[in-house]
């Protein structure tokens, strides 16, 4: 019987993303933690920012995916609007939320320095709070949206906050892999007649060139692990058949 299949899509904000200023390392980190927690991240998109294109872009993910997260935008700057968007997205107020408020006022600062820090107090009305653990303002959630910071550490840290009760996943995606010194085409038929054969695993084939030779990597990702042990089975065989030997890494 096949588990229920439950999705993500990711939205990366900032321009600093598209800039290539910043290069984004939080696509890997969320995408390995959701597999443990049973959902597949399926998607992900990498946005300005600007209002109309967040607002509109939250908007089409959430009624597509089960889960959306989303990253950078909910800091201390006036280009950190990402809460304001989500709020719009969802049609409801924005307003600072308590804990936060008596957070932040806990760290004492100027009066100008204060009220940049209070722009971080913002969050859609009705809003649940993601915790950080580095200790800086949460993250928060509304509805089946989860919006996080982009510094890496501490959307790492609210990434590990979460668990498979407030997501609702399903079975853990796991994975195993094989791989020979034979060209991407000389297995494509083959290794789609494997796939057809299991339609709920995915099997993908990755090129990679190295000093001694060029072959292809073969990755298996699914939830039952009796079949992905099968299909490895296949695909070392399938090698076999080629007269190549089957390597794992």
């Given at each position: 019987?096949?588990?229920?299949?439950?999705?993500?899509?990711?939205?990366i904000?900032?321009?600093?993303i598209?800039?290539?200023r910043?290069?984004?390392?939080?696509?890997?980190y969320?995408?390995?933690?959701?597999?443990?927690?049973?959902v597949?991240?399926?998607?992900?998109?990498?946005?300005?920012?600007v209002?109309?294109?967040?607002?509109?872009?939250?908007?089409?993910?959430?009624?597509?995916?089960?889960?959306?997260?989303?990253?950078?935008g909910?800091?201390?700057?006036?280009?950190?609007?990402?809460a304001v968007?989500?709020a719009?997205?969802?049609?409801?107020?924005?307003?600072?939320?308590?804990?936060?408020?008596k957070?932040?006022?806990?760290?004492?600062?100027?009066?100008?320095?204060?009220?940049?820090r209070?722009?971080?107090?913002?969050?859609?009305?009705?809003?649940?709070?993601?915790?950080?653990?580095?200790?800086?303002?949460?993250?928060?959630q509304?509805e089946?949206v989860?919006?996080?910071?982009?510094?890496?550490?501490?959307?790492?840290?609210?990434?590990d906050?979460?668990?498979?009760?407030?997501?609702?996943?399903?079975?853990?995606?796991r994975?195993?892999?094989?791989?020979?010194?034979?060209?991407?085409?000389?297995?494509?038929?083959?290794?789609?007649?494997?796939q057809?054969?299991?339609?709920d695993?995915?099997?993908g084939?990755?090129?990679?060139?190295?000093?001694d030779?060029y072959?292809?990597?073969?990755?298996?990702r699914?939830?039952?692990?009796?079949?992905?042990?099968?299909?490895?089975e296949?695909i070392?065989?399938?090698?076999l058949?080629?007269?190549?030997d089957?390597?794992?890494?």
């Amino acid at each position: 019987m096949a588990s229920k299949v439950v999705t993500a899509c990711m939205i990366i904000i900032g321009n600093e993303i598209l800039s290539g200023r910043t290069q984004d390392v939080n696509l890997n980190y969320l995408a390995k933690a959701l597999n443990e927690l049973g959902v597949r991240l399926m998607e992900s998109r990498i946005v300005p920012d600007v209002e109309s294109v967040i607002v509109n872009t939250v908007n089409e993910c959430r009624a597509n995916f089960d889960h959306v997260f989303t990253t950078g935008g909910i800091g201390p700057t006036h280009d950190d609007i990402t809460a304001v968007c989500i709020a719009k997205a969802f049609d409801t107020e924005i307003v600072l939320h308590p804990e936060i408020v008596k957070m932040i006022e806990s760290r004492e600062a100027p009066p100008e320095v204060m009220a940049s820090r209070m722009l971080m107090a913002r969050v859609p009305e009705g809003s649940r709070l993601i915790e950080n653990k580095t200790g800086g303002p949460p993250g928060f959630q509304i509805e089946n949206v989860f919006v996080m910071a982009g510094v890496p550490a501490v959307m790492q840290a609210m990434v590990d906050s979460l668990d498979k009760e407030r997501l609702e996943g399903g079975d853990p995606v796991r994975s195993r892999s094989i791989g020979a010194y034979l060209g991407e085409s000389q297995v494509a038929n083959a290794l789609a007649d494997i796939q057809n054969q299991h339609a709920d695993v995915d099997i993908g084939s990755y090129p990679f060139f190295r000093q001694d030779g060029y072959g292809t990597n073969m990755v298996i990702r699914g939830t039952d692990e009796k079949e992905l042990d099968e299909i490895k089975e296949k695909i070392r065989l399938m090698i076999l058949s080629f007269g190549a030997d089957p390597f794992e890494e």
